[in-house]
């Protein structure tokens, strides 16, 4: 949104700058805390159009109100939808007003993610002009996932405010800055509030920042990973003690402390932990492609001759 005023004789007229997709006469917009469906189209001549293609310039008729300068503008697909969503702003901003309650930090707002009360990471975006603010929204946005998502609750150009804090205080956000800087009030503010803002000159510094924070708010997930393989090529019995499984180390490595799976023609026979290991007559943490060894497991011994021993760790997915 460049800039809107009040006609007497048109109604609100705004001017808007169109950043992706195609803007066309009957849309239903959403601009801050207005909403309309647009009447009347002209283009930078003053001429009615029809459509109006990205980059392109226009004034438009059909707002409810006026916005303010800056505000992200959005076409909905129905007049209820624009309706909710600018009564769900307004609520949020009232209650903000109203009742600023205690914001969370950043650790806790991951803290809770972690303990499973939340799956989004909510924000309010500031940025020094329209043309920073539109790729830095469109940059957060494509850092949601299937498991967390990235919400825009607010975003506009100047520096931060006070409103910006009471915002993200009662919506348990965080607030992201980008050229911009946070007015003495609002620092004070959020110093009270415990509402943190981070500042940013540099879009993919904000947007790694934000990223990493995402990936910190997921629970670590993990995999098995084949570090080595053993073939079983003569089975020794050792009184009081069991079967030992005589093995010539094919791939990789293998450890003591890594999960084992005993394999036969295929088919895993046991999985377990390895009891003990040895390299010749000495206990060893491992054993190494083209070396031979003893391997021996708690509750398994029943080795043959061909059997096939995977070793595994356990590793977290980056």
Same mark, same amino acid.
């Given at each position: ?6 006609? +007497? ?21 959403? $601009?801050?805390?207005?909403?309309? !469906? ?41 007049? /209820? ?20 309650? +205690? ?9 809770? #993610? ?27 946005? +494509? ?25 993200? &205080? ?17 620092? /004070? ?43 079983? /090529?003569? %089975? ?13 180390? /094919? ?10 799976? %005993? ?9 377990? $932990?390895? &009891? &003990? ?7 060893? !943490? ?16 029943? #080795? ?15």
């Amino acid at each position: 949104m460049i800039e809107a005023q009040l006609d +007497k004789a048109r109604g609100v007229v705004a001017t808007l700058l169109v950043q992706n997709g195609t803007l066309r006469t009957g849309n239903i917009l959403i $601009a801050g805390m207005v909403s309309g !469906r647009i009447r009347r189209m002209f283009n930078d001549k003053g001429q009615v159009i029809d459509e109006a293609p990205p980059s392109t310039p226009v004034s438009i008729l059909g707002l409810s109100d006026i916005p303010t300068a800056g505000d992200i503008f959005r076409a909905v697909g129905t007049d /209820r939808e624009a309706r909710e969503t600018v009564a769900r702003r307004k609520q949020e901003q009232k209650e903000a007003a109203a009742k600023p309650s +205690k914001a969370l930090t950043l650790d806790q707002v991951f803290a809770k #993610f972690q303990a499973g009360e939340s799956k989004e990471l909510p924000l309010v975006v500031k940025a020094d002009v329209q043309g920073s603010l539109e790729p830095v929204v469109t940059s957060l946005e +494509k850092l949601s996932t299937e498991d967390i998502r990235v919400t825009i609750l607010y975003a506009e150009t100047g520096n931060v405010t006070e409103n910006d804090v009471l915002l993200a &205080s009662a919506s348990k956000a965080i607030v992201v800055g980008f050229a911009v800087a946070a007015d003495q009030a609002a620092q /004070r503010l959020a110093d009270t509030e415990g509402v943190s803002i981070r500042m940013y000159d540099i879009i993919y510094r904000l947007t790694e920042d934000i990223e990493k924070a995402l990936k910190g708010m997921l629970e670590p997930e993990y995999k098995d990973v084949l570090i080595g393989k053993a073939e079983v /090529r003569q %089975v020794f019995r050792i009184p009081k003690v069991g079967n030992i499984a005589g093995s010539f180390v /094919r791939e990789g490595e293998i450890r003591r402390n890594a999960t084992a799976r %005993v394999m036969r023609g295929g088919q895993k026979i046991f999985e377990g $932990a390895v &009891s &003990s290991l040895k390299h010749l007559k000495d206990d060893v !943490r491992e054993v190494r492609q083209g070396f031979e060894c003893g391997i021996a497991f708690d509750g398994f011994d029943s #080795f043959k001759t061909g059997d096939l021993i995977e070793f595994y760790t356990n590793e977290q997915v980056e």
